[in-house]
Nanobody, 127 residues
Framework: QVQLVESGGGLVQAGGSLRLSCAAS????????MAWFRQGPGKEREFVSA????????YYQGSVKGRFTISRDNAKNTVYLQMNALKPEDTAVYYC????????????????????WGQGTQVTVSS
């Protein structure tokens, strides 16, 4: 079992920045592909960004590309999401997700491909 705990959410003005963190339990974090999803008010949970277990490969949803950066530190069992130039439409609960993969360069971008989920952290961007 892997437990994921997000932190770093909060209230920020449009144009501001936040960095989310997701700390994972267990000794096999480096074998897990990771991702961030978000769910805005009245919306479906949507993919934001993914990273391979090696950290060498990343993938972004179009609306956040160039503004958000996903990264990971396998020594600290943590994945990050640096969010810059935030917009009111980025307001959502942000979830960390993970799954085992035997492929170092693999990433996944659909909800059903992930097994482990955090509890979420609220990000609110005011205009």
């Amino acid at each position: 079992q892997v437990q994921l705990v997000e932190s770093g959410g909060g209230l920020v003005q449009a144009g501001g920045s936040l960095r989310l963190s997701c700390a994972a339990s267990g000794r096999t974090f480096s074998s897990y592909a990771m991702a961030w999803f978000r769910q805005g008010p009245g919306k479906e949970r949507e993919f934001v960004s993914a990273i391979s277990r090696s950290g060498d490969v990343t993938y972004y949803q179009g609306s956040v590309k160039g503004r958000f950066t996903i990264s990971r530190d396998n020594a600290k069992n943590t994945v990050y999401l640096q969010m810059n130039a935030l917009k009111p439409e980025d307001t959502a609960v942000y979830y960390c997700a993970g799954r085992y993969t035997p492929y170092s360069g693999a990433y996944y971008y659909t909800r059903t491909q992930y097994v482990y989920w955090g509890q979420g952290t609220q990000v609110t961007v005011s205009s």
